[in-house]
Protein backbone atom coordinates (compact mmCIF):
# COMPACT_ATOMS: atom_id res chain seq x y z
CA UNK A 1 0.00 0.00 0.00
CA UNK A 2 1.30 3.53 -0.94
CA UNK A 3 0.26 6.23 2.03
CA UNK A 4 0.94 9.83 1.31
CA UNK A 5 2.11 11.63 4.84
CA UNK A 6 1.50 15.28 4.86
CA UNK A 7 4.41 16.46 7.03
CA UNK A 8 3.57 19.77 8.52
CA UNK A 9 5.62 21.93 11.28
CA UNK A 10 3.23 21.48 13.73
CA UNK A 11 2.04 24.48 16.66
CA UNK A 12 0.95 24.55 20.32
CA UNK A 13 -2.22 25.84 18.98
CA UNK A 14 -4.71 22.79 18.52
CA UNK A 15 -6.19 24.67 16.23
CA UNK A 16 -3.67 24.63 14.05
CA UNK A 17 -3.26 21.36 14.24
CA UNK A 18 -6.48 20.34 13.65
CA UNK A 19 -6.17 22.19 10.42
CA UNK A 20 -4.00 19.87 9.29
CA UNK A 21 -5.28 16.91 10.52
CA UNK A 22 -9.06 18.40 8.57
CA UNK A 23 -6.68 18.36 5.48
CA UNK A 24 -5.52 14.65 5.73
CA UNK A 25 -8.63 13.76 6.06
CA UNK A 26 -10.13 15.28 3.04
CA UNK A 27 -6.98 14.32 0.89
CA UNK A 28 -7.84 11.19 2.09
CA UNK A 29 -11.44 10.81 1.04
CA UNK A 30 -10.65 11.72 -2.18
CA UNK A 31 -7.87 9.39 -2.48
CA UNK A 32 -10.19 6.46 -1.53
CA UNK A 33 -13.49 7.63 -3.50
CA UNK A 34 -11.40 8.02 -6.65
CA UNK A 35 -8.71 5.35 -7.78
CA UNK A 36 -6.79 7.72 -10.67
CA UNK A 37 -4.65 9.13 -7.26
CA UNK A 38 -1.38 6.73 -6.98
CA UNK A 39 -1.82 6.68 -3.35
CA UNK A 40 -4.31 4.53 -1.35
CA UNK A 41 -4.21 6.67 1.83
CA UNK A 42 -3.02 9.96 3.50
CA UNK A 43 -2.12 10.55 7.04
CA UNK A 44 -0.63 13.67 8.49
CA UNK A 45 2.51 14.16 10.88
CA UNK A 46 4.23 16.60 12.53
CA UNK A 47 7.95 17.88 12.70
CA UNK A 48 7.60 20.03 16.61
CA UNK A 49 4.85 20.61 19.44
CA UNK A 50 2.26 18.18 18.48
CA UNK A 51 1.24 14.53 17.93
CA UNK A 52 1.90 12.36 15.71
CA UNK A 53 5.34 12.89 14.68
CA UNK A 54 6.91 12.12 11.39
CA UNK A 55 8.61 9.35 13.42
CA UNK A 56 5.34 7.54 15.17
CA UNK A 57 3.68 7.88 11.92
CA UNK A 58 6.50 6.03 9.51
CA UNK A 59 6.38 3.52 12.59
CA UNK A 60 2.95 2.93 13.10
CA UNK A 61 2.73 2.54 9.39
CA UNK A 62 5.71 0.46 8.73
CA UNK A 63 4.24 -1.91 11.64
CA UNK A 64 0.69 -2.29 9.89
CA UNK A 65 2.32 -3.18 6.40
CA UNK A 66 2.78 -0.28 4.31
CA UNK A 67 5.32 -0.79 1.54
CA UNK A 68 5.69 2.58 -0.07
CA UNK A 69 5.27 6.02 1.82
CA UNK A 70 5.41 9.58 -0.10
CA UNK A 71 6.64 12.17 2.44
CA UNK A 72 4.66 15.86 1.17
CA UNK A 73 6.66 18.68 3.22
CA UNK A 74 3.62 21.21 4.07
CA UNK A 75 5.71 24.37 3.93
CA UNK A 76 6.63 27.19 2.57
CA UNK A 77 9.85 27.72 2.50
CA UNK A 78 12.56 25.30 2.20
CA UNK A 79 14.19 25.88 6.07
CA UNK A 80 15.71 23.38 7.78
CA UNK A 81 12.95 21.08 9.02
CA UNK A 82 12.64 20.64 5.12
CA UNK A 83 16.42 20.58 4.08
CA UNK A 84 17.88 18.14 7.29
CA UNK A 85 14.86 17.42 9.91
CA UNK A 86 12.50 15.62 7.21
CA UNK A 87 15.49 14.01 5.25
CA UNK A 88 17.04 13.21 8.57
CA UNK A 89 14.20 11.11 9.71
CA UNK A 90 13.34 9.63 6.43
CA UNK A 91 17.17 8.05 6.14
CA UNK A 92 16.78 6.80 9.71
CA UNK A 93 13.15 5.17 8.54
CA UNK A 94 15.02 3.51 5.76
CA UNK A 95 17.68 1.62 8.10
CA UNK A 96 14.64 0.90 10.48
CA UNK A 97 12.55 0.16 7.76
CA UNK A 98 14.53 -1.66 4.77
CA UNK A 99 11.24 -3.61 3.13
CA UNK A 100 9.62 0.11 2.47
CA UNK A 101 9.72 2.32 0.02
CA UNK A 102 10.55 6.23 1.31
CA UNK A 103 10.13 9.27 -1.36
CA UNK A 104 10.15 12.91 -0.22
CA UNK A 105 8.38 14.98 -2.61
CA UNK A 106 9.51 19.42 -3.42
CA UNK A 107 7.96 21.14 -0.37
CA UNK A 108 4.72 23.29 -1.07
CA UNK A 109 5.77 26.42 -1.31
CA UNK A 110 8.52 25.92 -4.57
CA UNK A 111 5.66 23.84 -6.59
CA UNK A 112 4.30 25.83 -9.69
CA UNK A 113 0.39 25.90 -8.96
CA UNK A 114 1.16 27.95 -5.19
CA UNK A 115 1.37 31.31 -7.69
CA UNK A 116 -2.09 30.67 -9.09
CA UNK A 117 -3.62 29.64 -5.66
CA UNK A 118 -2.01 33.27 -4.20
CA UNK A 119 -3.24 35.03 -7.18
CA UNK A 120 -6.70 32.95 -7.21
CA UNK A 121 -7.28 33.51 -3.94
CA UNK A 122 -6.75 37.37 -3.97
CA UNK A 123 -9.03 37.81 -6.67
CA UNK A 124 -11.43 36.51 -4.96
Known sequence: MKTLIVAAHGSR?????????????KLDNKVKTDDSYTVQQVVHAFLQFCDPSLETV??????????????????????????TDIPRAVETARHKHPYVRFYITRHLGILDAIEDLILKEVAA
Request: glycine share 6%; proline share 3%; no cysteine.
Open 13 to 25: QKASAAEVAALAK
Open 58 to 83: IQELADSGVDEMVIFPFFISAGSHVQ
